[in-house]
Antibody
């Protein structure tokens, strides 16, 4: 099982961005994929999850309306998207597979995508 | 949202020490509690799932217990590679919140 995320991004406030997370080594449509934010020097924040089979998506209220989570099951890839970035979006973003059969733990993680938003 | 509170926020320990970290949920989460280890610059790693189940490949010195609202992660004999930050996470209901983390440092 592997989750490979897209590379680091440097953007200006107001710009849009879409980062990706490609799964391999397992049935991508059989497991939820979650996104987790980690701001510099801070803890982990659960953002939301998507079920790639039917794109059922759940968001944390803290991130609802701020980001969009999507997936393309044909290429086993999940996405995290912003329409207008803010400096406060600067963080490391991780995707992870959620294994429902084992209580919903996040058992495999991507390597992380560092997003820097600065004018 | 369910709030997850870990204690302590940090601790200093020596190799060979027994270390205990607690996690309290703001409401009952049955046993839907997971523990992760994170080292600087690395992605988190799953250690324990459903409160007390050791993830494959994780050393047996790690153990978890608890149910309802109170949970514990124990490292029976701290090893050099165990100095890291540990997070609990509830997967009972969305949003699936994390604790604030416990940093285990060298004494």
């Amino acid at each position: 099982v592997q989750l490979v995320q897209s590379g680091a991004e440097v953007k200006k406030p107001g710009e849009s961005l879409k980062i990706s997370c490609k799964g391999s080594g397992y049935s991508f449509t059989s497991h939820w994929v979650g996104w987790v934010r980690q701001m510099p020097g801070k803890g982990l924040e659960w953002m939301g999850i998507i079920y790639p089979s039917d794109s059922d998506t759940r968001y944390s209220p803290s991130f609802q309306g701020q980001v969009t989570i999507s997936a393309d099951k044909s290429i086993s890839t999940a996405y995290l998207q912003w329409s207008s970035l803010k400096a406060s979006d600067s963080a490391m973003y991780y995707c992870a597979r959620q294994y429902i059969a084992n209580g919903g733990n996040l058992d495999y993680w991507g390597q992380g995508t560092l997003v820097t938003v600065s004018s | 949202d369910i709030q997850m509170t870990q204690s302590p926020s940090s601790l200093s320990a020596s190799v060979g020490d027994r270390v205990t970290i607690t996690c309290r949920a703001s409401q009952s989460i049955s046993t839907y509690l997971n523990w992760y280890q994170q080292k600087p610059g690395k992605a988190p790693k799953l250690l324990i799932y459903v409160a007390s189940n050791l993830q494959s490949g994780v050393p047996s010195r790690f153990s978890g217990s608890g149910s309802g609202t109170d949970f514990t992660l124990t490292i029976s004999s701290l090893q050099p590679e165990d100095f890291a930050t540990y997070y609990c996470q509830q997967s009972y209901i969305t949003p699936q919140t994390f604790g604030q983390g416990t940093k285990v440092e060298v004494k």
